[in-house]
């Protein structure tokens, strides 16, 4: 069981290296119109898990300044000019319309050096953040209320590899590709994707403590035995 626990705690280490997690609860929230999230990208609990890609500022931009000089509405895909950023809707309504502890996990590849920022906005945070002034809805329906808006922002935290084109051309960034998944929590604090690793864990503790003492009077047995022939060989000499 040591062994077991000493790997599946090196396992940990190596994901959580290279992951990004916030955790988040749903409360009230003023439902308002916001129109310049109508284009941004979403997740629900049908399609809770999407790629994209993200083009990390360049080294040494302090993480918390990515994106805060740049201008903030624009006619692009994502509602935004900065291409160090992202803009996620996250729907928590339907099926999700009685839970209120969600998670958001971002998960990249080892291979781009780069930090990542995650911070989950409510509709009243986001009007503020982009300066406009949102309309309040009249229909008593409270889905807008639900929704809540992650901005992934990347910072690029290493040295470009050398090429032979690098000496006579200037390194130009490369977009790091990252997956999102939104997930409810179980109790406030456990995420589905967990649990099967706890089952494994419990049953694995299980058995333990079923075969252990099995295996521990099977190795006293084969002792006894050995002492005795021993005794044995020793009173025949």
């Not at 360049?58 to 692009?76: F, I, M, Q, W």
């Not at 996990?105 to 300066?131: E, M, N, T, V």
């Not at 992934?152 to 000496?167: D, F, H, K, M």
């Not at 997930?183 to 649990?195: A, D, K, Q």
């Amino acid at each position: 069981m040591l062994i077991l626990s000493s790997l599946l705690f090196c396992f940990s280490l190596r994901v959580l290296a290279n992951t990004e997690i916030v955790n988040f609860r749903i409360s009230e929230a003023q439902d308002l119109e916001l129109s310049i999230t109508n284009e941004w990208p979403k997740l629900n609990h049908t399609h809770n898990a999407s790629e994209w890609n993200i083009l990390p500022a360049t080294l040494g931009t302090p993480l918390g300044r990515v994106c805060e000089d740049k201008p903030h509405r624009t006619s692009d895909s994502n509602g935004h000019a900065c291409p160090h950023e992202l803009w996620v809707v996250l729907d928590l309504t339907r099926d999700w319309n009685i839970h209120s502890s969600f998670t958001l996990r971002l998960s990249r590849p080892a291979s781009y050096p780069a930090d990542f920022s995650i911070q989950i906005y409510d509709p009243k945070s986001l009007s503020a953040h982009f300066g406009i002034q949102p309309q309040p809805r009249h229909a008593r329906s409270s889905r807008q209320a639900r929704h809540r808006y992650a901005r992934i922002r990347a910072v690029n935290t290493g040295v470009l590899t050398p090429t032979p084109e690098s000496q006579t051309k200037p390194a130009v960034p490369v977009p790091i590709p990252f997956i999102l998944v939104l997930e409810r929590l179980y109790f406030g604090v456990l995420p589905p994707s967990i649990i099967p690793v706890l089952a494994f864990i419990v049953f694995a503790c299980l058995a333990a403590v079923w075969v252990v003492p099995k295996i521990v009077k099977h190795l006293e047995g084969i002792a006894m035995q050995a002492e005795k022939e021993l005794d044995i060989g020793g009173k025949q000499e």
